[in-house]
């Protein structure tokens, strides 16, 4: 994007390089300031924080550089929470995924005005605002809400369970609220195919799935990875969404380190729990690149 | 290929729609459902409109998130204006170096990014409040407002800055009459966007507002795990529309200057004739 080469020209406005200098330090200065003392030196001081220990009675923090508090992440209700939380953010990326697909395949087999409008269709629901569509779900799924109801009628569900503040419900919500950064990069991959590839594999004999899966879906991988990068990485650290639908009961990650900084007041393991999460996403983030790059360097 | 349109997905697709569509539509239709306990229709009311309006703590914390959003994006755009100003001439080294610290605000979660700032303001005993979610905001929204201004900044050639500098322009006359005029679609697109972002965050605000600030957002997630009323869905219809004409707006003049794309990159010959005739 911003790789388009440009010259290092001299800047024609002075002549005085020192001048120049100053100039090209005020210009950087507002953000490079902003970002380090709200964002760079306070995650550091967390990073710190995490190696610390809390004094149970006082609520001092002393500096130890101790490991506890990543040892007690291994702890078996913390652990399995975090792998709980896993297992939504993936199963909701994965929903998105299979939902996503079909959808951006139309829109991409549209043209012009239509395809403008079910582009259109599928973003603005994207516009409202976060909590509301989230909030949305609560009506739906809540005991005598129309998807309990619906499923009840089609002996899906038991009279007495109720979908809201279960994990299926912040799994519902996360593909809702997410959908549209999934069906974008899709649609981006699958409008760039040839259709005439897919006459040719048509001619060579291939049926419908043949084509899909010779054709279509490798030729639209970095939409997939894309979609799965934007929807997977905000789900994994989503905090409304499971405080909203998903109550005091089914809780995620986010909200388990939330609950250490508000509730509990146990910084130095909130931040462990905190830079776990960082190193998590980025971690992804750095496997998925490698990914992203190789996929695009095919097609 | 438009004629052979698998029947299956475009089925499957107006499934997704309705999916998409139906639970903010039963919202807005509960909204002026007249049944309190919203369990079937009860007639059409606007009664929930004017209960919501008359909320006193519905008032502040409109003009909460109103002061927060309108001070977020105004620091964010001259962060992103500088900012791609500066990237425009750096080596490729810097300009890579800032390109990540910028994504990194992105992409971290804002739950981690808001409780470590969270953590030093407590550190130090800063109070929690709208500052606090000011300095929040704009740790992602700067980050949004850049990428926005440096896409164009990288279409835009510097012909006209240098024709400019060589009739005599001083470099603040040179940005005032030449770049910002170039970049005011960009930067209109990344004001929206960032206002919309700001008026709609949860989770920053959240943590740092602490007792003393609440925005809408804020007092939704409240009212919604405490019980549903009907006056919840008034005001989330009112902050949706409120969201909704902000994206609107920046959709629209991204799709204006994509059709004048051209033009806008166009030398303007008024603009040089000016600040020649100074």
């Avoid at chain 1, 976060?130 to 005598?144: E, G, P, Q």
């Avoid at chain 1, 060579?204 to 997939?224: D, H, I, K, N, Q």
């Avoid at chain 2, 107006?14 to 919202?27: H, K």
Wanted: hydrophobic share 50%; aromatic share 10%; charged share 15%.
């Amino acid at each position: 994007m911003v790789s388009a080469s440009r010259s290092p020209a001299v800047d024609p406005a002075t002549d005085a390089p020192g001048r120049r200098r100053s100039w090209r330090v005020a210009l950087l200065a507002p953000g490079l300031l902003w970002t380090l003392i709200f964002f760079v030196v306070p995650l550091v001081v967390m990073v710190v924080y995490s190696f610390g220990q809390i004094d149970i009675i006082t609520f001092q923090t002393t500096f130890g550089w101790t490991l506890d508090n990543y040892r007690r992440l291994a702890n078996d209700i913390y652990l399995h929470t975090i792998l709980r939380s896993l297992e939504m953010s993936i199963g909701a990326t994965i929903g998105c995924l299979l939902v996503g697909y079909p959808v951006a395949y139309t829109i991409a087999r549209q043209k012009g005005r239509t395809q403008t409008l079910l582009l259109l269709g599928v973003m603005v629901p994207f516009w409202t605002s976060f909590v509301v569509r989230t909030y949305a779900w609560v009506n739906l799924l809540s005991n005598d809400g129309l998807v309990t109801r619906a499923l009840r009628g089609l002996g899906l569900e038991s009279d007495s369970s109720q979908l809201i503040y279960t994990p299926t419900a912040v799994t519902i919500g996360i593909v809702y609220t997410y959908l549209p950064l999934m069906v974008l990069p899709l649609y981006v991959a699958l409008e760039r195919i040839d259709p005439q590839l897919l006459q040719a594999a048509s001619d060579l004999g291939a049926g419908w799935f043949g084509r899909f899966r010779r054709v279509v879906l490798p030729l639209s991988m970095p939409g997939v990875i894309a979609g799965c990068i934007l929807v997977g990485v905000p789900a994994t650290g989503e905090y409304v969404i499971p405080a909203i639908l998903g109550g005091d009961k089914t809780l995620m990650y986010g909200n388990v380190v939330a609950n250490q900084f508000l509730k509990v007041g146990d910084y130095p393991f909130g931040s462990a729990l905190a830079v776990s999460l960082m190193l998590l996403v980025t971690g992804f983030l750095l496997i998925t690149r490698g990914r992203l790059a190789r996929a695009e360097e095919i097609t | 290929m438009s004629h052979r349109l698998p029947a299956p997905s475009a089925v499957f697709t107006a499934l997704v729609f309705v999916f998409l569509y139906l639970p903010i539509g039963i919202v807005v239709l509960n909204s002026f459902n007249a049944d309190e306990a919203l369990l079937g229709w009860g007639g059409f009311t606007t009664q929930w409109y004017s209960q919501a309006f008359s909320n006193s703590r519905v008032r502040d914390d409109f003009v909460t998130s109103l002061q927060v959003a309108l001070a977020s994006t105004a620091i964010s755009l001259v962060i992103a204006v500088t900012a791609g100003l500066w990237m425009r001439r750096a080596s490729t080294r810097a300009r890579r170096a800032l390109d990540a610290t910028t994504y990194m605000r992105i992409v971290l979660p804002e739950v981690v990014v808001a409780l470590a700032l969270f953590l030093v303001l407590r550190r130090y005993e800063i109070p929690l409040g709208v500052p606090a979610i000011v300095a929040g905001h704009v740790i992602f929204n700067s980050a949004y407002a850049t990428l926005i201004i440096q896409a164009r900044l990288a279409t835009m050639t510097d012909v006209l800055e240098e024709a400019a500098a060589d009739l005599g322009a001083s470099p603040v006359r040179t940005f005032r009459r030449v770049t910002l005029p170039l970049l005011m679609p960009a930067v209109i697109v990344a004001a929206l966007l960032t206002l919309s972002f700001s008026f709609d965050d949860v989770v920053t605000s959240l943590f740092l507002g602490g007792p003393n600030a609440e925005t809408l957002p804020v007092l939704l997630l409240g009212l919604i795990r405490l019980h549903v009323t009907p006056e919840v869905n008034a005001i989330a219809v009112g902050v949706t529309a409120i969201t909704m004409v902000t994206f609107g707006l920046a959709a629209a003049v991204m799709s204006i200057r994509d059709a004048a794309g051209v033009r806008t990159g166009q030398v303007d010959p008024a603009t040089l004739e000016a600040e020649e005739a100074k």
